[in-house]
């Protein structure tokens, strides 16, 4: 078996405790999402994710959708569909 090194990093608790909890739900150990986390990052030769800075439009439509202004419910999927056009 390969030698392990050690990683310290500080980070938000919050993030930690939600992120440790798809762990779970995934059956990983926090140890092996990093080093699969890491290994993506050697295959890929880079972050395994798009990382950008959103413009302003998409800065704005991210907020709404967070903050669930300007949006419309419905109360069926039929009245949805007809408030889009589709028969």
Do not use: C, H, W
Not at 57 to 80: H, K, M, P, W, Y
Request: without cysteine; negative net charge; aromatic residues 6%.
């Amino acid at each position: 078996m390969a030698k392990t090194t050690t990683i310290s990093a500080r980070i938000d608790p919050n993030i930690k405790k939600r992120a440790e909890q798809v762990f779970r739900e995934l059956g990983l150990t926090s140890s092996q999402a990093i080093t699969l986390f890491y290994k993506q990052v050697e295959l890929q030769q880079g972050l395994p994710f798009i990382v950008k800075i959103p413009n302003d439009l998409t800065a704005e439509t991210l907020e709404a959708a967070r903050s669930r202004s300007n949006t419309e419910s419905f109360n069926t999927v039929e009245d949805l569909f007809d408030d889009l056009g589709i028969q």
